[in-house]
């Protein structure tokens, strides 16, 4: 029976990374790989298993917060362009699912501990707990930091370092906050959807000479970034 809904699992795994190419979000190997190999079901909800591999964002618990829609997670780790090797800063853990997709490109290697990282910033504590606990079954504890704070003043708060090479905020942000900016490394990518609670752009920012230059992706809607630069509690 257990063999049975794990193989259920991969088969849905694999139509769902299929659907995904076959409608031209999905475009490197890299992407590719990645969504092959981690498990969404095993960062929903445990009761809603089951509709893991829907194309929909899904409810975590009753946080109010959500775990991005499969498409959504697609387009962003597509305008990332990843490698292998990149420092990450993610705003917005949730469930830990992007923190692992993107940890899978930066940090192939389990049990390599150095070179690509990916730190995970989440302001509710019982979503600390979930996606830490996810990330230890699945294998991405080691390339993972999840870290209990407010992203929208960067990490470490407020230090005026160029640490990461790659900055996504995986909430609804009022504007680029002022941290974030500083804290991404010249020729860096940041990737932040910006606008009201209700509808967000996806924006992407290049660093060029210490200022970002900003193109726009798509519209999304995410939920709110809530914190000290972003929207008020
Ligand atoms: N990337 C997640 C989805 C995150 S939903 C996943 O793959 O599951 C957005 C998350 O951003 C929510 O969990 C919310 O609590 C968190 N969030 C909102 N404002 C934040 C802030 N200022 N700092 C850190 N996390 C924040």
């Not at 031209?24 to 929903?44: D, Q, T, Y």
């Not at 504890?141 to 999840?146: F, L, P, T, Y």
């Not at 990461?164 to 991404?184: E, F, N, S």
């Not at 509808?199 to 660093?207: E, R």
Request: hydrophobic share 40%.
């Amino acid at each position: 029976m257990v063999l049975l809904r794990n193989l259920d699992y991969s088969f849905m795994r694999k139509k769902m990374v299929e659907d995904l190419i076959r409608v031209g979000i999905i475009k490197s190997k890299e992407v590719e790989r990645a969504f092959l190999k981690v498990p969404r079901e095993e960062f929903v909800w445990p009761n809603i298993k089951h509709i893991a591999y829907e194309d929909t964002p899904l409810p975590l618990g009753n946080t109010g917060q959500t775990i991005s829609a499969p498409h959504m997670v697609a387009i962003m780790l597509e305008e990332l362009d990843l490698k292998k090797g990149l420092k990450v800063l993610e705003i917005g853990a949730g469930s830990g699912y992007s923190a692992a997709l993107m940890a899978e490109i930066v940090q192939p290697n389990e049990s390599n501990t150095k070179g690509g990282h990916v730190i995970s910033i989440e302001r509710v504590s019982e979503l600390i707990d979930f996606a830490r606990n996810n990330l230890e079954r699945t294998g991405y504890s080691n390339r993972v930091s999840i870290v209990f704070g407010d992203g929208t003043l960067g990490y470490p708060e407020r230090k005026e370092e160029m640490l990461y090479d790659r900055i996504v905020v995986t909430a609804a942000a009022p504007h680029i906050p002022k941290y974030l900016k500083i804290q991404l490394k010249e020729n860096g990518i940041i990737l932040i959807p910006v606008g009201n609670t209700f509808m967000q752009t996806l924006i992407k920012g290049f660093k060029r000479k210490g200022e970002l230059e900003i193109h726009e992706v798509c519209g999304c809607m995410f939920v709110p970034l809530i914190g000290e630069d972003g929207f008020r509690p």
